[in-house]
């Protein structure tokens, strides 16, 4: 099952931030009762690395607009949290699982090894 990703995003930790910030303003202003109503664009600073790292990664798009270039929120941005969050609980899962299975063959290793032993004694 693939995620929302077709090619993994891998964000450090300011774009991270950056990418956060942007969606929480966004948020701030264009919803109402959890709705949104609309996509906030934001102004391009081709001096901003940040900025430019972002739209390079595909998490911001770059826009022509009449006023200028905008930048807006991909789809990517907006799946990138939820996206990061699944992975996380599918590796704690894994990690559960992990060990369990290892717990699992702990106790059939002592329970061979106990009837081994028994065996043992009444074979002399």
Known sequence: MKGAFDVKISLNLAQERELHRLIDYERSLAE???DPLFRCAFPYRPDNDLQAELID???L?????????????SSYGYSY??????????NQQNARRDVKLI????LFSAAAMGIGFLLGLLAR
């Open 32 to 34: 109402a009762n959890a």
């Open 57 to 59: 990664l595909k998490v």
């Open 61 to 73: 798009s770059l826009k022509q607009g009449g006023r200028g270039n905008m930048v807006v929120i």
């Open 81 to 90: 949290f939820p996206e990061k969050a699944r992975l996380e609980m599918r």
């Open 103 to 106: 717990a699992i063959a702990a």
